[in-house]
């Protein structure tokens, strides 16, 4: 665990990647008791560089996230609050520490100009997956790749075989710091993501045993899963207790909108492992999400990507040995990267 003044240089340096200074102001989002030092370190980080920078701090905690479980996205508590949106829309920059993804707020803030960096995992992930240059030059690549390709095929040897079409939607890359007016980004991160058009996905995804459940549950998966997806949507989810746990966390939702698919990517941070989140207590996800190779399926809203489902419901899973083809081209196979400016640099 970090010292409280390592924390405030951690912050200073990200701060820093995000290339915040002299007549900039940042603005800080917490709500209730929750991650006031964080709060603190941030915008004592922000005025070590020159900033100004101050903390809203939200008394409304009933959406507050008090653990890993993070079960449903976009609702928030500045919905209906617009003083506070209205300052966020003034900062050059906005440190989240509430969660604000998948939600119209966000989307208000981001055009007005400010950029967004959310931060809600612990410490410990914080310094472990602290973002690199290099990723960020993986991310863009990748990105580039997905705005170029029209159709995206994933297979893999447990049975994997869908197709997704592309140039719909927009694409995310999510590489750990922002420094670009209106962008949004997460600390840590180190993937990318983009959606398929609502017609233009089907196949099936067999999620086998070792895939993530990243969210809304937390763990490696032991009973495979066999999902059928028809013109964008799962109409069958088969399998032993894992499909019986999706099944029920989409019926208790209860929103037919939460069997959409929705963000498909892959994972580039190499300083987490596909073993990393067993050794993590309180995550919220992004080491399964972001590790090296792997290939992220995800069920529920597109509104990140420009489209109109705004379900809470979500379900992200990082699944290993996978293949990616983009216009038939090979991205990864069974989950190695075969594209060079994706491979990571050899080590004697
Ligand atoms: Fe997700």
Known sequence: MLNWSDFQVLCENELRLCRVGEGQTVVVLSQGNHRLDYADAFVSAARQLGAESYNIRLGDTSSVLNGPAVSQVGINPLRGNQGAIDALKHADMVVDLVFLLWSKEQHEIQDAG???LTVIEEIA????????????????VSAELLRKARSMRITSRAGTDITYELGKYGVVDEYGFNDKPGRWDAWPAGFVFTAGAENG???RVVIDRGDIFAMPFRGYVQTPVELTVEHGRVVDIGGGVDADLMRDYLEKIGDPRGYACSHIGWGLNENVRWSSMASTLRSYGQEARAFYGNVMFAMGPNLELGGMNDTAA???IPMRNCSVFLDGAPILIDGVFQVPELQLPKTD
Request: glycine share 4%; proline share 4%; net charge positive.
């Open 201 to 203: 996905i089907n196949g």
């Open 125 to 140: 992930l914080l310094k472990q997956m602290f973002p690199t240059q290099a990723q960020r030059e993986r991310c863009e």
């Open 114 to 116: 400010a950029r967004i």
């Open 314 to 316: 979500h379900i992200d």
